[in-house]
C-alpha cells in the first residue's frame, strides 16, 4: 500500500508541476474547468507510437473485436458494455468526492449497488429507477481543480491522451475499489480495454478509410470528446436560476 501511495503521489507531483513549465493551454476556464488546446511538442513520437499502436492492432486485436462483434449478437454487447461501465462506479463515487460532488458520489455507489445485485451490472436497472450515470474521471477531477492538460501523448497500446488525464488513468489505477479487491486485475484491466476497443471500432474504421492525416484525425477527435466532456461538466454545474413571480 505504501508502494502505491508513493506512486501516486509521485505521479500527482509530475502532473502539478508540468503546469508552469508546460505551454499555457487553459485558454477558456469556465467556473474553474480547464478547457483543453492541442500542445503536441513530441509529435514526431507520438506518431511512431500511433503507427505502432495500428500495427498492434491489425495483428491482434482488431480480429478479435471484428470476430466477437460478428458472433455475440447486439443484446450481448450491450449487456458486456453495462457490466464494465458499472465496474467503474465505485471509482466515479471516488472522483466525485474529490471534485465535491457528494449528491452524484452517493448515485454512483447507489447505482452499483442495484446493478449488482439485480444483474451483475449487465442490465442498468439503475437508470431505469431514476438513478442516471454521471460520468467522470480522475482526468476531470484535476481538470476541475485547474491543472492544465499538458502535452499530448499517444500511450503505446492504449491511445491518444495527455499528461493530466494519463495521470488520472495511473492514479485510479491503484486507488480504484474494485481493482484492488480482485484477484488477478490484469485480466479485468484487459477486459475492460477490449471493450472500449469495441466501443470505437466503427470510429477507427472510419479513419483508417479516410485520405487525410489519421493522426490529425485522431487528435482532433480526442481533443473535441475531451471538450465535450469538461462542458457538460460545467454545464451540469451551473446554478439553477431562481424564478420570482411578482
Known amino acids: ?3 502505491h501511495l508513493k506512486v501516486i503521489l ?3 507531483s509530475v502532473t502539478f508541476l508540468q503546469i508552469p513549465l508546460s505551454y499555457s493551454n487553459e485558454e477558456e476556464t469556465l467556473s474553474g474547468i480547464s478547457y483543453d ?5 513530441i509529435e514526431p513520437i507520438n506518431r ?12 491482434a486485436i482488431r480480429p478479435i473485436v471484428k470476430t466477437y462483434r460478428f458472433i455475440a449478437p447486439e443484446p450481448v454487447e450491450k449487456g458486456v458494455s453495462n457490466f464494465f461501465s ?4 465505485p471509482m466515479r463515487s471516488v472522483s466525485f468526492i474529490f471534485q465535491g460532488e457528494f449528491y452524484k458520489s452517493l448515485n454512483s455507489l447507489g447505482r452499483f449497488t442495484i446493478n449488482t445485485i439485480t444483474s ?3 442490465i442498468d436497472v439503475a437508470s431505469r429507477v431514476g438513478m442516471e450515470k454521471n460520468e467522470t474521471d480522475f482526468g476531470i477531477t484535476l ?3 485547474g491543472v492544465s492538460s499538458g502535452p499530448y501523448i499517444v500511450v503505446p497500446i492504449i491511445g491518444p491522451s495527455n499528461l493530466r488525464d494519463f495521470s488520472g488513468d495511473v492514479v485510479e489505477y491503484f486507488v480504484d475499489p474494485i ?14 480495454g477490449l471493450n472500449e476497443r469495441v466501443e470505437v471500432d466503427d470510429q477507427l474504421d472510419k479513419v483508417r478509410g479516410a485520405s487525410s492525416d489519421r493522426y490529425e484525425m485522431i487528435k482532433s477527435i480526442y481533443y473535441q470528446n475531451r471538450n465535450a466532456q469538461l462542458e457538460e461538466e460545467y454545464i451540469q454545474n451551473l446554478p439553477v436560476p431562481k424564478i420570482y413571480i411578482e
Do not use: H, Q
Open 1 to 3: 500500500m505504501k508502494k
Open 10 to 12: 509521485l505521479i500527482i
Open 37 to 41: 488546446e492541442i500542445y503536441d511538442p
Open 48 to 59: 511512431a507510437v500511433l503507427n505502432f499502436n495500428f500495427f498492434i492492432d491489425d495483428i
Open 86 to 89: 458499472n465496474l467503474k462506479e
Open 120 to 122: 451483475l451490472g449487465t
Open 143 to 145: 481538470a476541475k481543480g
Open 179 to 192: 481493482s484492488n479487491s480482485v484477484p488477478n486485475r490484469e485480466y479485468v484491466a484487459i477486459g475492460n
